[in-house]
């Protein structure tokens, strides 16, 4: 049976036929975009003040393991990153000196998906514990789907604050009014050879 012929069977004209299934092809889409962005892990929304923070743990550089929690006496500031993000590169600068000036205040600890890569956190002056290996939920818990992220847990294990991207604009001055400091900025992105 054609399709002209289903439309009158169904008593519909071809125009409204036509209509109908836009209305249908267009639903399916957006259900099927909100599936697409639930599987990839992408958070609904970023996390917020006030939610309780989960330890956990990873590997740390030497192969051993990292057991992160939130009971040092101190807040811990998480940074996920990864070399292959050019945000990163061009934001460590800011992080390298903000833990300079607020390592005594706080407890920073960089998380990236790959020993390999967590070592250049290391390579580019960070002295920092970097924990890389975290399980599914680790990763579902603190939102961390993108490069760079900023989390800040207080010492009694609620975040405080979070930022997504690096500390430019709007961020850089939220960075710099919590943590009371001047960040040095941006670097330049470094030339490919």
Known sequence: MSTASML????FTRHQGVLVLLVLSAAINLALATKVRS???????????GTPATPFSGVSLDGHTLNVDFKHGRPTVLYYFSPACGWCERNWANVKSLMERRAADYRFIGVSTSADDAALAVARGLNLEVVTGLSGTAMENYHFSGTPQTV????VGRVLK???GAFAGRIAREVEAFFDMKLPGLSSPRKKS
């Open 8 to 11: 009158r069977v169904a008593g």
């Open 39 to 49: 599987a990839n892990g992408r958070p609904p929304a970023r996390l917020t003040a």
């Open 152 to 155: 800040v847990i207080s010492s």
């Open 162 to 164: 979070s930022w997504d």
